[in-house]
Each structure stands twice: as structure tokens, then as C-alpha cells.
């Protein structure tokens, strides 16, 4: 059954009909009034990555998506906001493997595109249940919910973890937002922020 949305067209599928209103925020709205005849459909980005053309990162559905020759999708940010500071990519890491190093909790690491001075994540390694083994990586931003990461950003996340050391990460995490590196609960007293985590979570290590 079509769906009609506000601006009285006829959309297959509710991505169909938040695309159009897509189109109407990023572009002029005399372009979406008067479209010209060779106008592509711009289309937003779902999920977060870096951009192909600048290398630094685009939030979700901040940017914009085009496939490329092999039929995946690229990342771009929206014209006139590509970054004019080149991007420092994060060091490679070989192997998948080198990951599962990488305890659960929270880390912060050098900005991956240099707009910050940090980026701060998230990092949960179930060790039981179907997910067991795995690695999730989750972006925190202040104030809004913590954004799951993949790809690219999953790797460069805990590549560069490693790179500057699973130790430092945890302690600047600590120290920059006054929050234990384990549960993010924060830290109310000297001694939890000496040492990077609450009572509970420290107690937990022994």
C-alpha cells in the first residue's frame, strides 16, 4: 500500500518517505520547489563513518552517501563542511585477534578527526551468551545516547586504544570526565579518581 507523506507524494516504504524529507532539509528550499531536471537524490547517511573525501568523521545523518564502484556505500560530509585539517589515520592493526586485548569499559582516546581533543567509547566484550567473543564499540557524546560505532570507526577506535595503551585510555577517561573507566558512574571521592574506578569496581579487580 503507498504511503502518502506531507508534501502529497507517494512513497512504497517509510525509508522512502523520510528520504524525501531529506531532500527538503539539505537542500534550498527553492531547489525543492523548483527541482531542475538533473537533480540527484541525496541521500543521508544512517550510520556514522569517516568521510571519503577529508577522512574526518560524520556523525549519523549528517552527512550524505554515494555507491561506489564495487556497490558499497561511501560516507561524505555535506558541501562545505569538509574539514580543511588533514585527518591522522589510526594506526593499523593487523589482526582481528589483537582486539580481544581490549577489556570492557570505557576509553578515551586522541580525537580521530581532530574537531576534539578526545573521543570518548565504550567498549563491551560479552563473555557468555551467542554474543561471546565479540567486540562492540559505542561512541559516548554528552548528553545524548551512547551511538554504536562500526566498521571503519569500530576499528579505528580500538586500534588507536591500543596504540596509546588500554591503561591510559582508561585513566584519561577517568580523569576528563570525573566517571569510573569500568561503569561510568561518577567519582565522588580522591582516592576513586586516583586510582580511575569506584569501590565497587575496584574491589571487583582484586
Not at 545523518?61 to 574539514?83: T, Y
Amino acid at each position: 500500500m503507498a504511503i502518502r507523506c506531507g508534501k502529497g507524494h507517494e512513497h512504497e516504504t517509510v525509508a522512502e518517505v523520510r528520504e524525501c524529507y531529506a531532500v527538503e532539509q539539505l537542500l534550498p528550499s527553492t531547489m525543492v520547489l523548483n527541482p531542475p531536471a538533473t537533480m540527484v537524490t541525496v541521500r543521508s547517511n544512517k550510520f556514522g563513518g569517516n568521510c571519503v573525501k577529508c577522512g574526518h568523521y560524520v556523525g549519523e545523518q549528517e552527512g550524505r552517501i554515494e555507491r561506489n564502484a564495487s556497490g558499497k556505500w561511501d560516507v561524505f560530509h555535506l558541501d562545505g563542511q569538509c574539514s580543511e585539517v588533514p585527518a591522522t589515520p589510526a594506526p593499523a592493526v593487523s589482526f582481528r585477534e589483537d582486539f580481544k586485548g581490549i577489556p570492557a569499559g570505557h576509553y578515551a582516546t586522541a580525537s580521530l578527526t581532530g574537531n576534539d581533543d578526545y573521543d570518548f567509547w565504550r567498549v563491551d566484550a560479552p563473555t557468555e551468551g551467542k554474543w561471546a567473543g565479540r567486540i562492540f564499540v559505542k561512541r559516548v557524546i554528552g548528553g545524548k545516547p551512547e551511538a554504536p560505532v562500526r566498521g571503519a570507526t569500530r576499528h579505528a577506535a580500538l586500534s588507536a586504544i591500543l596504540f596509546e595503551g588500554i591503561e591510559v585510555c582508561g585513566m584519561r577517561y577517568a580523569d576528563e570526565l570525573g566517571a569510573c573507566r569500568n561503569c561510568n558512574r561518577h567519582l565522588t571521592d580522591e582516592l576513586s579518581r586516583s586510582r580511575g574506578y569506584g569501590p565497587d569496581c575496584w574491589g571487583a579487580r582484586a
